[in-house]
């Protein structure tokens, strides 16, 4: 629950809209089908420990606080170990089908397959869960998402027509075969070790 503000921020940076942060905590709390993971960059944490923190200066006044102005933020220093948050995604049960709810990095981290690297966890726990199948919906616009989907053997299976209330896009309904048939289970480790050794090198 306390990694929730964090999360919103990050999901605010990745998505032209966005749930209300008490969807979060719902989920957390009244949903049991519902797994939800962060991704935390340890470094970001020692570095923040390590780096003496500037003491914060007398503020004057100001005429206009800006903490009024409607739709600001609030200015908040957050925790080392909130900082360390750079993503997360989630997942829901549903009957033998893990329906994958959302996956975001925080924009200054991609590219250095940590999304893949929640993915992979996210497909981990659908077998821990006994789920059969992976399935989401991705914009139709978003290639970069679709490509990591298609990386782990989701294919499309269909469109969801004006999907996205914010801009009326359709979906793209993708799944995976099963991920108990032994072709999907060795693919799946290969590109996992793929991974791995990636990330360990870096
Ligand atoms: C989708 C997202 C989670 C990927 O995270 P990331 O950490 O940048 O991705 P990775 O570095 O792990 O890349 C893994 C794979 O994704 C694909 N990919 C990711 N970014 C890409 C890009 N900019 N261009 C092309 N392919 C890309 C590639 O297939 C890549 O594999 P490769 O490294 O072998 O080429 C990230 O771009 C994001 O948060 N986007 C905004 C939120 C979003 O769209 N979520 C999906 C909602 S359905």
Redesign the pocket.
């Known amino acids: 629950m306390s990694d929730v503000p964090r999360v919103v921020e990050i999901e605010r940076l ?2 032209p809209s966005t749930w209300p942060p008490s969807a979060y905590r719902k989920e957390l709390q009244d949903n049991r089908w519902a797994h939800y993971i962060v991704l935390r960059d340890k470094q970001l944490v020692e570095e923040r420990m390590t780096v003496p923190q500037e003491p914060e200066k007398p503020r004057r006044s100001r005429l206009f606080p800006l903490s009024l102005l409607p739709n600001r933020p609030a200015m908040t220093v957050p925790s080392p170990e909130l900082a360390s948050i750079v ?1 997360f995604a989630g997942l829901w049960l549903m009957v033998d089908e893990a329906h ?1 709810t ?4 925080h924009p200054d ?10 993915l992979v966890s996210l497909i981990d726990i659908a077998y821990e869960i006994g789920a059969k199948w992976v399935t ?4 139709v616009s ?4 679709q ?2 989907y ?2 782990y053997g989701f294919r499309e299976a269909g469109l969801r027509h004006r999907y996205y209330s914010d801009n009326q896009e359709d979906a793209l309904i993708m799944w995976t075969d099963e991920i108990n048939a032994p072709e999907y289970k060795h693919k799946f480790v290969e590109l996992k070790s793929t991974l791995f050794k990636k990330l360990e090198a870096s």
């Open positions: 990745a998505y993503g994958v959302t996956i975001a990095m981290h991609r590219r250095r397959g940590l999304g893949e690297f929640m989401l919906e991705v914009r978003n290639s970069n998402a490509n990591l298609r990386k």
